[in-house]
């Protein structure tokens, strides 16, 4: 019996669709043509990025399940199971009150440092480090608020309201968007307890990732605009936080634009985020998220990737300032952005060097690799030149690629 890495991805995509969905319903589903869905169930041509994730979101999946490098359901191993159900109880619990028992919780700086280290792990693609720092967070975090007042309160609220986000951006990160969605709900209820604009803003910003891994990318440019145009600075004025959050919005928002293919809007808002960067002259970080001109010039690669404008691309990548990325650069961002620029390398015909980057990513952060899209895309790319090759880069990173 072949297995599911065995099957092609039009075999995978009929498999998950089944009898009770026909292909003309998930083509209205994924908001894709029924021409595309049909393509895609005989194999006749490669899907784009977009369309896989249409076709992962109407299916109730992930995009590496439809390409073969997990299995339905059994995906993830049984730690990172264990994990995501622990966190998944802490989020829902902690924001029910179900916080019985706690009666000695952790001080605000222990509860702190706490959510600085489920950061930390969540930047480093460790699910069961971030559950782990997480649920302790959440659950004493939420026992002492209970009876918290003043600046000890504020304080803790939005300890809690960072902590939810790195839940979120986790569970998203995985494909689990309801459980994302319902971190980012009680994160932003003790946000708006809080004047503290910077923190509602950095919610708002993963809210529109949400939206953008459910493919709904007008949604996801609406949220960004959104939240850019209440927190945006005068340049000559703004404090360092509110820069922060202003790039950052706008790097969100470009990313969603490219996505829909939107070159104009996308390249609008990457201006914005370059005037931001150059501002704050040097690289940041706040509540767990990174801004300054690495981050601008990196996401810059990748949103021109997916406007299709590989030379573009390419010519960003290899400027010298970006042939060695600053060790401050987090796991999860460095190879984010190399998987860009492997797709970038693989669409102009350097497939060799396509090859080598891909493996740098595996070898370096071989669990977070799972999850992504790009690995499938790439390897199907480069299984039209060398079966070989890709079989060994399979073998070298541990993922299934054709």
């Known amino acids: 019996m072949s297995t599911w890495a065995d099957l092609t991805t039009g075999k ?16 209205e589903a994924s908001e894709l043509s029924y021409a595309t869905i049909q393509k895609a169930e005989q194999d006749r041509g490669e899907l784009s990025v977009g369309s896989l994730l249409a076709i992962a979101n109407a299916l109730q999946t992930d995009v590496a399940v439809i390409l073969g490098q997990q299995a339905p359901r059994r995906g993830a191993d049984r730690g990172h199971r264990a ?17 019985e028992g706690i009666e000695d919780p952790s001080s605000v700086a222990d509860l702190g440092s706490a959510r600085d280290a489920a950061w930390s792990a969540y930047w480093a693609s460790d699910t069961q480090k971030v559950s782990t720092y997480a649920t302790r967070v959440l659950m004493e975090g939420q026992a002492r608020l209970a009876s918290a ?73 609406a949220v960004a605009e959104r939240a850019a145009l209440a927190i945006e600075p005068s340049f000559s004025k ?11 919005l706008m790097i969100a928002a470009a990313v969603a634009a490219s996505r829909r293919e939107d070159e104009a809007a996308a390249d609008d808002y990457l201006s914005q985020a370059h005037a931001a960067a150059a501002r704050l002259g040097r690289d940041e970080r706040l509540y767990g998220t990174a801004f300054g001109p690495t981050a601008a010039r990196t996401e810059a690669v990748g949103i021109h990737v997916a406007l299709k404008d590989y030379g573009r691309a390419l010519n960003l990548a290899n400027q010298p300032d970006m042939k060695a990325l600053p060790s401050t650069m987090t796991k999860v961002a460095r190879n984010r952005y190399k998987l860009d620029v492997a797709l970038a390398q693989c669409s102009a015909g350097l497939y060799d060097k396509a090859g080598e980057t891909l493996i740098e990513v595996g070898r370096d952060a071989p669990e977070w690799v799972k999850h992504q899209a790009l690995p499938g895309v790439i390897g199907r790319r480069l299984a039209s030149v060398s079966t070989s090759r890709v079989r060994n880069i399979s073998d070298a990173i541990g993922v299934p690629l054709i």
């Open 83 to 99: 994990a995501l159900r622990q966190l998944s109880d802490a989020v829902h619990e902690s924001a029910l009150g179900e916080w």
């Open 12 to 27: 995978r995509i009929k498999h998950l669709r089944g009898s009770d969905l026909t292909q003309h319903g998930l083509a």
């Open 149 to 221: 007042t003043g600046a000890e309160r504020n304080q803790l609220a939005l300890i809690l309201a960072s902590t939810y986000r790195v839940a979120a951006s986790c569970a998203n990160g995985l494909g689990y968007r309801d459980l994302a969605l319902g971190a980012l709900t009680s994160a932003k209820t003790l946000a708006n307890q809080v004047d503290d604009p910077v923190m509602r803003a950095l919610l708002e910003s993963t809210l529109s990732w949400v939206y953008l891994r459910g493919t709904r990318t007008d949604r996801a440019v």
């Open 238 to 248: 703004a404090s360092r936080p509110q820069l922060l959050a202003y790039g950052r």
